[in-house]
């Protein structure tokens, strides 16, 4: 199973970008997908998080400007991202916890995409 991530870019502060993230393959069912960020020195955080019933989940930092979503059908899952900020500047990672049969279990990340912020 891969992961392609896509979507991000160099955008100025207060712009926007829509990140998507695609499984290579359906399953029997995905239950959380997230977002991750890694900034230069720092380590990886949480960005935001989606149950299979919707409930999402935001780091304080970017509550309220960035949004996650999912598409099960398309096997995506979605982060727009508004109000931009220098300090959102990072590596994006999706991941995707997902049973791809009744019998088993995966979680799997995506390559990485970068998101610029300039001031």
């Known amino acids: 199973v891969q992961l392609q991530a896509s979507g991000g870019g160099l955008v100025q502060a207060g712009g926007s970008l829509r990140l998507s993230c695609v499984a290579s393959?359906?399953?029997?069912?995905?239950?959380?997908l997230g977002w991750f960020r890694q900034a230069p020195g720092k380590e990886r955080e949480l960005v935001a998080s989606i149950t299979s019933g919707g409930s999402t989940k935001y780091a304080n930092s970017v509550q309220g400007r960035f949004t996650i979503s999912r598409d099960d059908a398309e096997h995506t899952v979605y982060l727009q991202m508004n109000s931009l900020k220098p300090e959102d500047t990072a590596v994006y990672y999706c991941?995707?916890?997902?049973?791809?049969?009744?019998?088993?279990?995966?979680?799997?990340w995506g390559q990485g995409t970068l998101v610029t912020v300039s001031s």
């Open positions: 393959r359906r399953f029997y069912r995905i239950d959380n």
């Open positions: 991941n995707l916890n997902a049973k791809p049969s009744i019998e088993a279990r995966i979680d799997v």
